[in-house]
């Protein structure tokens, strides 16, 4: 069977040549034929959803896609692809919780409606009761070896729990008392519903980060992979879409919005947002989409040594540090770090959750802030320069 490490380099190594599932197939099939892995039942329970995740998936022209998922899981429940419907589909998911129990994965699609006890969104009925999707999850929860939220509604909400919130829909882990693997995303990518759920049959829980995604798929922001970011470090700016340059100015999200969009591409590896001309909207932050607007609305200014500048102003400082561990993007991980994970229009400001891992360059522009709050001086690009050096040295 693949060692971890060979996983997590295949699903990094996606092309529009090869795909996710046509690198990982022949792998989990040899491992299955060899009594390595088994293949686990599987409960896909749709909540309040626009069904956006289950179309995507079902709309990928990757054959090898839609047969691994057969072959790598037993689905015994899917609300859109079941071939029963009513009380026997109900039977299957009571038959798996109880016969399966601690080893069946619950995959949640779509918001978690709370309001009226959940009666607006009801997934069956029985003896003449109706079943709401609420009440279904906190059974299914419980029991689960692992509950994946996929897409931005099961994850945090998303636009099922947009303002003004009609029927006080919340994320799946605002509800259970137990560890969501979120996959976000408005919809969330094929590959990182299938990478996600490939890793949990062959290796059990990959690596999260502080929202509880897998770091394979979510590790970097999309400012950090982007194509367009030597634009942002030499300071050329779209003034609308479509233009040439970085799309900072014109609202795009990628500092703040962790995903691989720019190298995974969507439709089947042929393009994506920023590619076509489009600021990306931060669809994989827990903040979309109401922190993420007004769409095309820069970011907010940064406060740094010499006054208030925005991001792009100060990049030429911070770019010639990079013999020191500090470039550019610094400024993005500012941003999308602790100080900035909700410094957009609409959200509010949160410390470090417990055990969050602050990234150095942040601990470094954080310093630099602090100072620049304690002094009214004005900063020349040569203090700056003796002042970074020095928090640098004693970060090492």
Excluded at 111 to 116: A, F, K, L, N, W
Excluded at 211 to 230: A, D, Q, S
Excluded at 345 to 359: A, N, R, W, Y
């Amino acid at each position: 069977m693949l060692s971890r490490r060979e996983f997590l380099k295949l699903c990094m190594q996606t092309t529009a040549g090869i795909t996710l599932a046509g690198l990982l197939r022949p792998n989990i099939l040899s491992a299955l034929a060899q009594g390595e892995i088994t293949r686990p039942p599987v409960i896909w329970l749709e909540l309040g959803s626009c069904t956006g995740e289950s179309i995507s998936l079902d709309n990928t022209q990757d054959p090898d896609l839609k047969q691994l998922l057969l072959e790598m899981v037993e689905m015994r429940y899917h609300w859109l692809f079941n071939a029963t419907f009513g009380e026997p589909a109900l039977d299957i998911i009571e038959k798996t919780a109880r016969e399966d129990e601690g080893k069946f994965i619950l995959v949640v699609e779509g918001s978690v409606v709370t309001r009226e006890e959940g009666r607006y969104n009801i997934i069956g009925a029985r003896n003449n009761r109706l079943i709401t999707g609420i009440e279904t999850l906190k059974e299914l929860a419980p029991k689960a070896k692992y509950v994946v939220a996929v897409g931005a509604c099961a994850a945090f909400g998303g636009p099922g729990a947009a303002y003004p919130n009609p029927s006080h829909a919340v994320g799946v882990q605002d509800v259970v008392k137990r560890k969501v693997i979120n996959v976000p995303g408005c919809p969330s990518h094929t590959e990182w519903i299938i990478g996600t759920l490939a890793h949990l049959v062959m290796y059990g829980e990959p690596e999260l980060n502080n929202y509880n995604c897998p770091t394979l798929f979510f590790g970097k922001t999309i400012h950090e992979l982007c194509h367009r970011r030597v634009h942002f470090e030499n300071g050329n700016f779209a003034s609308y879409p479509g233009e040439e340059g970085c799309f900072y100015k014109i609202g795009c999200k990628g500092p703040v919005t962790y995903a691989d969009c720019p190298t995974r591409q969507w439709n089947n590896h042929v393009n994506w947002p920023i590619e076509a001309g489009i600021p990306c909207i931060g669809c994989a932050s827990p903040h979309f989409p109401d922190g993420m607007m007004p769409y095309f609305e820069h970011l907010p200014d940064i406060y740094l040594p010499g006054g208030k500048k925005r991001v792009e102003k100060i990049g030429a400082t911070l770019g010639g540090l990079s013999a020191l561990g500090i470039t550019t993007h610094a400024l993005g991980s500012v941003i999308s770090g602790r100080m900035g994970k909700n410094l957009i229009k609409g959200t509010q400001l949160k410390e470090p959750s417990p055990g969050e891992k602050v990234k150095p360059q942040e601990i470094i522009i954080n310093k630099l802030d602090k100072i620049n709050q304690e002094t009214k001086e004005e900063f020349d690009q040569e203090v700056i320069l003796n002042k970074l050096e020095e928090i640098i040295t004693e970060q090492k």
